[in-house]
Structure formats: structure tokens, C-alpha cells
């Protein structure tokens, strides 16, 4: 099976930059399967996603010597850049609590084939799910904190993830607040579900104030984690449609299938380096 690959790029828009890549992946006998680019003129950005692999003699013998090779273009346009076979699937590790309605989504899809991501690692300050992981052969490791552990508890998370050599941390319904330092460290690593189109409803029994108020929309959004709490770079959201006969019961019931869904789109594109950060917001190549 032919080996594909997977270059990102963004930099400071200029002319010359979409006819460098392609150029270079001609030169080298790459053939181009997918290729999208997005300028962002009021921030005068560029980025651009590339799929690609070789049809050639003088195509590169691996991802090693394509990075190489690749070089001094991303030198000569000042991009921040990441070429990677997508043979290689990130490493994430999920952080939940009690809840197991998006866990139990993800280690489906990826059992079954759909995430393109490897589940290293299931970390939880509680024991509630640790049936659930080791079912599906995933390490679980219980981490519980109190406010006077609270640093060396999410010290043994970066622990965890520093073991698993984790691309990502996916926080799965994991009712704890990150401390400023751990969500600086793991800035564009660490994707988040919030049961709301954010900023609505932060805090305890979200669909219970929601019921209380009468909405219309249940929404989902899932979001890289920053210090300002629920206010990360947006990644996907979703809404279902409710009316006045939805009892709390039933908002909760289909904003759990909601939140799941949002979440694995999340995982699945961040999978497929498809998820470029511009400042407060996202570009999402889908």
C-alpha cells in the first residue's frame, strides 16, 4: 500500500507560497491527493494543508529525508510547518470523571476503525471507568485530586502523557478545572467538549438552567482548553432543536449524544491534521 502524507503550513501570507509547495512536490515526483488553503486577510495569514505521495523516482525514500528536502523552503517563507506520514497516528490520552458517555463514543470509533488516533491512556480522579477502559485494553491510570494535591495531580497527568509520548489530551467530560500552568503548557494540545455553544451556561447543571430558560437549541462545543476558562479556539459545534415539551431529562439525554458526536469530530480531524490555530480561533480543513 502506498504511503500518504500530510504537510501543514501556515506563515505570513505572501505571493509565491502556494507555487513553492506544489513546485517543490513536482520537482520531487509528488503527486498531490488533496490540497486546500485558506488566506486570512485581515490577520494576513496563510495555511495550507497537503496531501500527497510519491509517483516517482525522485520522490524521497521517507518522511525523514521529505523533511529534509523541504527545508529550506519553510526556511526561505518563515513557515511553522509539520510534514508527517499519515501512517503514523497521533497519540492522545483521555481525561474524564464520571461520566462515560463520550469515552465510551471514542474507544468505539477507535476499536472499530474510526478515529484515526491512537488511544494511549485513560487518566480519571475516579475509579468509575476503569471497567469500561481495560475492557477495550486501553491503560487506566486513577489520578484523584483534592485542593491540596492539585499540582502534583495534574503533574502526574503530563506524567502520563510524557509515558505514552501523547500528541494530545482530550478532555472526555473531565469535571476539573485545569490550572492556568497545565493549559499554558498544553496549549494546542488539549481539546475539551462543553455542553453549550459556549459562553452559555458554564458551571453545575447546565441542562437544568437551560430547562429553566427555556431554549430552543442544545448545542456542543469542542474547543482547545486556554487559561481563560471555556474561551479556547473554537473546533466544531453543533445544535438539535428542542420545544417546551423537553423535560431536563430528555435535554440531557440528547445533549450527551451531541457532545459525543462533536467531540469524535474533533479527535478524528486533529487525527488527520486538520486543525490549524489562528490566534483566538481555528482553521479546520475539513
Same mark, same amino acid.
Given at each position: !500500500?502506498?504511503? @500518504?502524507?500530510?504537510?501543514?503550513?501556515?506563515?505570513?501570507?505572501?505571493? *509565491? &507560497?502556494?507555487?513553492?509547495?506544489? +513546485?517543490?512536490?513536482?520537482?520531487?515526483?509528488?503527486?498531490?491527493?488533496?490540497?486546500?488553503?485558506?488566506?486570512?486577510?485581515?490577520?494576513?495569514?496563510?495555511? !495550507?494543508?497537503?496531501?500527497?505521495? +510519491?509517483? /516517482?523516482?525522485?520522490?524521497?525514500? /521517507?518522511?525523514?529525508?521529505? $523533511?529534509?528536502?523541504? +527545508?529550506?523552503?519553510?526556511?526561505?517563507?518563515?513557515? @511553522?510547518?509539520t510534514l508527517v506520514s499519515d501512517a503514523v497516528k497521533p497519540n492522545i490520552v483521555i481525561a474524564v470523571s464520571k461520566g462515560s458517555?463520550? &469515552? $465510551?463514543?471514542?474507544?468505539?470509533?477507535?476499536?472499530?476503525? +474510526?478515529?484515526?488516533? @491512537?488511544?494511549?491512556? %485513560?487518566?480519571? @480522579?475516579?475509579?468509575?471507568?476503569?471497567?469500561?477502559?481495560?475492557?477495550?485494553?486501553?491503560?487506566?491510570?486513577?489520578?484523584?485530586?483534592?485542593?491540596? $494535591?492539585?499540582?502534583?495531580?495534574?503533574?502526574?497527568?503530563?506524567?502520563?502523557?510524557?509515558?505514552?509520548?501523547?500528541?494530545?489530551?482530550?478532555?472526555?467530560?473531565? !469535571?476539573?478545572?485545569?490550572?492556568?500552568?497545565?493549559?499554558?503548557?498544553?496549549?494546542?494540545?488539549?481539546?475539551?467538549?462543553?455542553?453549550?455553544?459556549?459562553?452559555?451556561? #458554564?458551571?453545575?447543571?447546565?441542562?437544568?438552567?437551560?430547562?429553566?430558560? *427555556? %431554549?430552543?437549541l442544545i448545542g456542543a462545543t469542542a474547543h482547545f482548553v486556554s487559561a481563560d476558562l471555556d474561551e479556547g479556539p473554537i473546533i466544531?459545534?453543533?445544535?438539535?432543536?428542542?420545544?417546551?415539551?423537553?423535560?431536563?431529562?430528555?435535554?440531557?439525554?440528547?445533549?450527551?449524544?451531541?457532545?459525543?458526536?462533536?467531540?469524535? #469530530?474533533? %479527535? #478524528?480531524?486533529?487525527?488527520?491534521?486538520?486543525?490549524?490555530?489562528? /490566534?483566538?480561533?481555528?482553521?479546520?480543513?475539513?
Amino acid at each position: !500500500m502506498t504511503e @500518504n502524507y500530510i504537510l501543514t503550513l501556515t506563515a505570513k501570507d505572501r505571493v *509565491g &507560497l502556494v507555487a513553492a509547495v506544489t +513546485g517543490f512536490l513536482a520537482e520531487h515526483d509528488g503527486f498531490i491527493l488533496d490540497s486546500q488553503q485558506y488566506a486570512d486577510l485581515e490577520q494576513e495569514r496563510f495555511f !495550507m494543508r497537503v496531501q500527497f505521495q +510519491g509517483a /516517482g523516482e525522485k520522490f524521497p525514500s /521517507g518522511v525523514r529525508e521529505l $523533511n529534509q528536502k523541504f +527545508g529550506p523552503i519553510g526556511t526561505q517563507y518563515a513557515l @511553522n510547518w509539520t510534514l508527517v506520514s499519515d501512517a503514523v497516528k497521533p497519540n492522545i490520552v483521555i481525561a474524564v470523571s464520571k461520566g462515560s458517555h463520550c &469515552l $465510551n463514543d471514542l474507544l468505539h470509533r477507535w476499536k472499530t476503525g +474510526g478515529l484515526p488516533v @491512537n488511544i494511549a491512556g %485513560v487518566v480519571s @480522579n475516579h475509579e468509575s471507568l476503569r471497567d469500561l477502559t481495560e475492557w477495550h485494553d486501553v491503560p487506566f491510570h486513577y489520578l484523584p485530586v483534592m485542593a491540596d $494535591n492539585r499540582a502534583e495531580q495534574e503533574q502526574a497527568i503530563l506524567d502520563v502523557m510524557d509515558q505514552e509520548q501523547a500528541d494530545y489530551l482530550v478532555l472526555a467530560r473531565y !469535571m476539573q478545572i485545569l490550572s492556568d500552568d497545565l493549559s499554558t503548557k498544553l496549549a494546542g494540545r488539549c481539546i475539551n467538549i462543553h455542553h453549550s455553544f459556549l459562553p452559555g451556561f #458554564k458551571g453545575a447543571k447546565p441542562y437544568h438552567r437551560a430547562h429553566e430558560r *427555556g %431554549v430552543k437549541l442544545i448545542g456542543a462545543t469542542a474547543h482547545f482548553v486556554s487559561a481563560d476558562l471555556d474561551e479556547g479556539p473554537i473546533i466544531e459545534q453543533a445544535v438539535e432543536r428542542v420545544d417546551h415539551r423537553a423535560s431536563v431529562e430528555d435535554m440531557i439525554r440528547i445533549g450527551r449524544d451531541i457532545e459525543a458526536q462533536v467531540l469524535a #469530530k474533533a %479527535v #478524528k480531524w486533529a487525527g488527520e491534521h486538520r486543525i490549524l490555530l489562528n /490566534g483566538t480561533r481555528t482553521v479546520v480543513f475539513r
